[in-house]
């Protein structure tokens, strides 16, 4: 097997998926997901934040990294996010998770039925985060494009369709959600939206730092809310991932921190998809309560 990173590895990736378990990954993902998944021991004290991509993962990673120093920016003004907290399934991503000290912070983007199933029998702290899917789908098609690694970008309609269909990477944003929404309740979980962020940050701040066991003074919740603006982001090269490999993404196509808005979809969608979209939705979160998510 070649080293993750080396020479050899970088030039075996390809805008191929693998799919696995019904789900397509980009060609960074490990090779083994079943052995994560059976032995990858998560530990009571790990701060695992999930999401499907593009649902501000990003942002959530900003504000639990700054709440664990209390406020205090120099953690995420000098590393990069995924060392920070790097992504499990990458292929480097085991590695640089052991390498932490406790308590560990890592990212996924794994479907539930794909998660290291140690998670479930742990007290380890689960943020997830959901945005609403029309804008992940707008964003995703911006972002994707800049990722040479995936596919499917070159038309918003294709685009659109493969969405629905679950065609992109880490699969159908329904299955996602819907998956790991069965976790809600447990105490070990927090179920955070973009929107939620949007409407109230500093509340979200405050809600996060309690699930966290990390209660901020109000200087300390100042000092987080300064440096988590879109426009902070935006400029800190720590986590606007402007330092991503160029093998990996075209930062002439783009850039992760785009808009930042709600509702974007809006400017996208015609009519016609605007129907079609909300056809599929109502038949796909047909089992799930009303009123659970700020969007609908
Ligand atoms: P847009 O493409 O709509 O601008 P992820 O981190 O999951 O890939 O999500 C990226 C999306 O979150 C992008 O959305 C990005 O602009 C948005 N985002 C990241 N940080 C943000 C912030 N501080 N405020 C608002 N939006 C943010």
């Not at 480097?92 to 794994?110: C, E, K, M």
């Not at 973009?194 to 066991?213: K, M, N, P, T």
């Not at 879109?230 to 783009?254: I, T, V």
Request: aromatic share 14%; charged share 25%; proline share 5%.
């Amino acid at each position: 097997m070649t080293e993750p990173g080396s020479l050899a590895w970088v030039a075996a990736l390809s805008r191929d998926y693998t799919w696995v378990e019904g789900v397509p990954f980009l060609s960074t993902t490990t090779g083994d997901l079943g052995a994560l998944r059976d032995g990858f021991v998560v530990r009571d004290g790990d701060i695992v934040t999930v999401s499907y991509p593009k649902s501000g993962t990003t942002w959530i990673l900003e504000i639990v990294h700054l709440v664990h120093t209390r406020g205090d920016p120099r953690w995420v003004q000098s590393v990069v996010s995924w060392e920070r907290s790097p992504w499990l399934e990458k292929a480097t991503g085991v590695g640089g998770i052991n390498r932490q000290a406790d308590p560990r912070f890592y990212t996924s983007h794994l479907p539930l039925h794909l998660f290291p199933t140690s998670l479930f029998t742990s007290k380890a702290k689960c943020v997830y985060v959901m945005r609403n899917p029309r804008d992940i789908l707008v964003s995703g098609y911006h972002f994707w494009k800049t990722i040479k690694i995936a596919k499917y970008t070159e038309s918003f309609e294709v685009y659109f369709e493969k969405f629905l269909q679950g065609e992109v990477p880490f699969g159908s944003w329904f299955d996602h959600v819907g998956g790991w929404l069965q976790m809600r309740g447990k105490e070990n979980f927090l179920f955070i939206s973009y929107e939620e962020l949007h409407q109230d940050i500093r509340a979200s701040v405050e809600q996060i730092s309690r699930f966290l066991g990390t209660e901020l003074n109000p200087e300390e919740v100042d000092s987080v809310l300064q440096h988590v603006t879109f426009q902070a982001m935006k400029e800190n090269k720590m986590s606007n991932f402007s330092l991503l490999p160029d093998f990996l993404m075209d930062h002439s196509k783009g850039c992760l921190m785009r808009k930042g808005i709600a509702g974007d979809w809006r400017n996208h969608f015609t009519v016609a998809q605007t129907e079609a979209f909300d056809r599929v939705y109502r038949e796909k979160m047909a089992g799930l309560p009303r009123g659970l998510f700020p969007w609908d």
